[in-house]
């Protein structure tokens, strides 16, 4: 048999008994395995027992193994094989995976688990899925915080900004880069009045009830902000300013026609209209600068209707957005 | 190859187990599973030699991984969220536990090992690796889905004392 040491050569004479090679045998191995720097078994009576060596040889690669995992060189490659280094490797292979599952998560990918490892998969698993748990409620409070952040608190429409940002993604979007778009502006009339002879909260209810109305006279596409405290500023992509002034006449008999009653008094509210027609996107793309030279145009068109008498839309008689018209051209 | 082919595989030959085995069902024993493999290995072993037979069993892996992936998991828009498909139809089917070890994604290589494998695990230590089916389905697997060549070889595995049977992989004509 391999490995064994009563060989016919330690049987000669004047050689020790064999307990006592086989004390030294044992003694050699016990000293591989056992201490951190085992002195090489190189006794002459040793290199005779025949697999002596290999089997050292194999428990020095155990040791040199064993000590690589305890530092954690997961990429330490074991030449050796047999159940012992085998089972090491299998520990190795659980670490190497663990690594791989890690930069998963790392990447992104919350749905890894791990099904071996005992207790530690169960810590792991619980660990990812913690973490799913804290971003999904991270997502719902940015998402929230989002939705806050974008709307005015009292009527619910879009803010000032949040209007720039969704105009700058309707202009550009495939469906109405190229085409016409229309800015109507409008003001609740006489709002100061309101305000002083019924009160704030009075002015309040104005404005949401105005901005409800706003909002379902809207088609799905359009959409509308609070420019100001009673200033509201529209976008329609795609269509004329002549439709857009359709629009706006349609809102102000909405407006007019609405029936407010404020502790037993009924409240007259009216509103006036400016349109300005938004040429398609030119090269340059959308800015910022593109949207406020437009609403610069519909605010002077509301300030006409203003002047006109009120309750009334200036702006959208003539349906071509690069004449330069007097009603609705950037040039006027 | 003389007259015309009458094996070439095609789902029809697994057939329509519900309505062929009624009773018995579409499972049976991994004893059944390998004294089929180990018997076929044993015929093409004497009938070409040992090379011969584990190129042929690399062969017949191959097309056996690309199959599967045909049929059960389709081209994926990345490779992790395949891999992640490919390790759930392998325990679902109950072939083995696939785990990535690595994966570089820029010299395409890569190291997995496959835990509990139907061809090995429990075999007695035999000193050289077996697993040269495994080696041919991992190759048609990564083929499948990234549309290149692999070689694979298996480093490690439970017939080498090895508690699992770990393979590298790597575009072929390049060392694996
Ligand atoms: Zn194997």
Known sequence: MKGEFRSESVEREGSPPSAELAGRVVRAVEEALKLPHPAPADEALLRDVEGLDSLLEEIAALREFSLAMARGELDYGARHRGVVIGALKGLQANLRHLTWQAQRIASGDLDVRVNFLGQFSEAFNSMTDQLKGTLREKDRLAARYKDLSDHDPLTGLYNRSAFQEEAARLLTDELFRERSSALIMSDIDHFKRINDSFGHQCGDEVLRRVSGLYRVGLRQEDIVCRYGGEEFLILAPGISAGVARGIAQRLGDAVREMRIVWEGSPVAVTASFGVCALPPLGQDGFTLRFLREHVQIADLNLYRAKHGGRDQVVGGDCDDADAGAECCGPEN | ?176
């Open chain 2, 1 to 176: 190859m003389a007259g015309e082919r009458q094996y070439e595989f095609s789902w029809d030959f697994i057939g329509d187990i519900a309505q062929g085995r009624p009773n018995l069902g579409n499972m049976t024993r991994i004893e059944v599973y390998r004294l089929f493999q180990y018997t076929l290995r044993d015929v093409l072993e004497q009938s070409y030699g040992t090379e011969e037979a584990d190129r042929l069993l690399y062969r017949a892996g191959f097309l056996a991984g690309t199959e599967l992936c045909k049929k059960f998991v389709g081209r994926c828009e990345s490779l992790e969220e395949f891999v992640k498909k490919v390790e759930a139809l392998l325990i679902d089917l109950k072939i083995g536990v696939l785990r990535i070890e690595e994966m570089q994604r820029d010299t395409a290589r890569f190291v997995l090992t496959v835990a509990e494998d139907l061809d090995c695990s429990g075999l007695p230590e035999a000193g050289h690796a077996v697993c040269n089916y495994d080696e041919g389905f991992i190759a048609g697997v990564l083929e499948f889905q990234t549309g290149r060549p692999f070689r694979v070889r298996e480093v490690d595995c439970w017939c080498t004392g090895d508690r699992t049977c770990r393979f590298e992989a790597a575009l072929a004509g390049e060392t694996v």
